[in-house]
């Protein structure tokens, strides 16, 4: 697992104030990744261990505070490796971690994306929703809590609080399931 976006949306706390305090910081972590990993690459091919070490973990340290779980795992095991025996980690290796990290890179930014283009209270897109939920996909998440309003006005509070507490258990399946009987159940009006 890439992220654990609750991670940032306790950090943020969906309020516009903090969101407003913290996406600089994240918006510069995301705008800067691709120049560390140039430099990382580079200084990997020079065998600059201390350089290389030391962005594995200022990277590991950045994204880790903002939820990621994979790339700190695999950074973890290479800094020790370049702490203890001064090995620099296997080609290999060495590739999963850039493709790793440029993969969250890009989970961040879509979800960063997706917290900015907040709809409040229009209706939901349903259909494309139901594609997050059945996908998994993280963004239902944090797509539900941006749209508080917009579900509250869909769905009725009743129903808004089945959903909200089945979203709360990530239980993104019976969301799904819940949307979809409502669509095809829903009254025309």
């Known amino acids: 697992m ?8 306790q950090l943020i ?6 969101f407003l305090h913290l996406s600089p910081a994240v918006a510069q972590l995301i705008a800067s ?14 065998q600059n261990h201390k ?7 200022k990277l590991r340290g ?12 695999l950074s973890r095991p290479l800094e020790l ?24 890179s890009v ?19 349903v259909q494309l929703y139901i594609q997050h939920l059945e996908n998994c996909d993280m963004q239902a998440y944090s797509l539900f809590q941006q749209q508080r309003a917009g579900w ?9 609080v089945l959903m909200e507490q089945d979203m709360m258990a990530l239980d993104f399946i019976a969301v799904a399931k819940r949307l979809i009987h409502k669509i095809n159940h829903k009254e025309p009006g």
């Not at 350089?51 to 973990?57: F, I, P, Q, R």
Request: proline share 5%; with cysteine; aromatic share 12%.
């Open 13 to 18: 706390g969906f309020s516009n104030d903090a």
């Open 152 to 160: 509250i006005r869909y769905l009725g509070p009743d129903e808004f």
């Open 33 to 46: 990744t691709p120049v560390e990993i140039q430099q990382l690459t580079q200084a990997y091919q020079q």
């Open 81 to 104: 490796a370049l702490q203890q025996s001064g090995e620099l980690p296997s080609a290999t290796d060495f590739a999963l971690y850039l493709d790793c990290l440029e993969q969250t």
């Open 51 to 57: 350089a290389v070490e030391h962005t594995l973990h």
């Open 62 to 73: 950045s994204y880790a505070t903002l939820g990621a779980i994979d790339l700190p795992e």
């Open 107 to 125: 989970a961040l930014k879509l979800w960063m994306s997706q917290f900015e283009q907040a709809t409040d209270s229009s209706l939901p897109d």
């Open 2 to 9: 890439l992220f654990n976006f609750s991670v940032l949306e």
